[in-house]
């Protein structure tokens, strides 16, 4: 209820403070790079809109969290901006690296402009990204800026080092289940910790509070990217739906699947001889399911989840923002399988 | 002389520097991602040493400039590093862009790794950058190392924007002169602005000192294109050596070529039937310099040399490092055709 009310009001305000951001492009001479930029963003092209969008969670976060940390929203929007360019960036570059045809429904930016100009507007979002942060010192101290400075370049560090990460296990065939984790911390649990450090910063809070926000961040995103990869063997679209939905078809190295390969019993002999089918798919997810992959899936997402929701709990989050956070938690950690 | 004397010196300090910035990505598990970011630097595999280095003129521009403006070239050298840096992200994403197979003599990141490792090792690079700059504060106020993280994204946006519009311009037929500075702009002059601009920043110079080292550094930048763009020609690598040295055969549309393409003579007209041949080299460079393409690039890398020397000395360069900078200045601009 809180949530979708100051999602009326914020929404409209992280999309103005992006475009605004992104128009820094938009010089004589560069309209057709802002063009590439726009489509990325969802703001132009074919099937611009706000399902090209996405669902703008990261900017989101941030500017609950910096409400919730008793500071206001609107401070924290050059750093929601930034988040969000840089969740941007990196979604560009993966698609090219994952040869993905498609993003939010429409065709990606390399199918579109070739993989060298797209290679090319990944590194201008990640730059925009930088230069979202240039209003912040009219709020907060230039320390505290050069503070938000540093945790975005941090965070970008390791999501580079997860992308490296998820790029070497596709070829590997001896993963362990503790390769998950440091890949996903980089690639999911980084950024949303970045969301929380920087709401907070944003908030000027104290040193304590930051800190309990930014382990909110991270594990929300290693609940949610366990979520996921349970949600991809177990979910409906995954067991009824496309079979393209369902991580057993796409030969991704997820959770479940690390588990099943370490058991090393009926799921690990066929899953290693490749090429699983679409009819396949159902009775090879009850065979990882009766291995015990399923279970032990859960209990890592309920884990994470729980520990995600006692930081939370320990930032203290205050009023209507505060309530918003957790229903977006609650939102992001209920998903059923 | 004194830059001999000095580059024995700082050449040590800039590679001991990098290797301290890169070393950032030396963690357990992430072993091979350092030595695809050392070998690229030039540090590891085959071929390494200082001839896969690069001349690092980028960082020494830095601290040249640094000790000529009353600083210390110590207190420049994160600066020195984010630049040189900054200039081999780059280098990575240019040369899977432009599907380069070699790199100062050597195979290139996405040979070696493919196409998706090296977009990440470019996004690791460019972070690291950003990175280079956290011991800023220990030399110089924090609103002076706010300031070098913006001018060091300010950099980069027009960076892409120079890229964009070099593979853009591959694609175009109807090409002008007015076309080429732009590009230019970004592709060369902003990253040796940068130098100037980061170096005088370090030595905490006032207002109008930055300036001119900025404006020396753009100018360089200008000078050094046009006059690779004449040596690409009429250099006598490009007339007597390798054949795939002049940019005639590579269709490379330099400020000579364009001019010849505005002039619309015969140059143009077989430039524009494609398929240049080694054997038409030399017969096709005297017939652009016939139509006036040599003299007028000349007149250009003359205007932007004396330009360029111009802001040097209303930057008033001190001592050894200000001798220094003055002969790394005719060293590039004194290049002969």
Known sequence: MAL???????????EEELQRVVATCRQPGLEDMYAILAYHMG???????????????RPMLVLLTAQAAGGSW???????????LIHNFSLVHDDIQDQSPLRRGRPTVW??????????????????AFLALRPLPQAISTERTLRACSVLAETCLLLTQGQYLDLAYEARGDLHVEAYWPMVSGKTSALLAACGALGALSAQAEEAVIDAYRRFGSLVGIAFQVLDDLLGIW?????????????LL????????????????PFAERWKQGGVTATE????AAQLEAEGGRAFTQDWARRYTGQALQALE?????????????ELADLLLKRQA
Do not use: C, H, M
């Open 235 to 247: 979910g409906d679209a995954a067991l009824t739906g496309k079979s393209a939905e369902s991580d």
């Open 314 to 326: 320990e930032a203290q989050p205050q009023g209507e923002a505060g309530a918003a956070l957790r």
């Open 74 to 84: 609107q401070t924290a929007l050059p750093a929601a901006a930034a988040v969000e």
């Open 4 to 14: 979708q009310q100051l999602t009326q009001t914020l929404l409209p305000a992280i």
């Open 281 to 284: 798919v159902s009775a090879l």
């Open 111 to 128: 199918t579109q402009w070739g993989v060298a100009q797209a290679i090319n507007a990944g590194d201008a979002l990640y730059t925009l």
């Open 43 to 57: 703001w132009q092209g074919q099937g611009a809109g706000p399902e090209a969008r996405g669902k703008r969670i």
């Open 250 to 265: 796409s030969g991704k190295k997820s959770l479940p699947v690390l588990y099943g390969l370490a058991r090393n019993g």
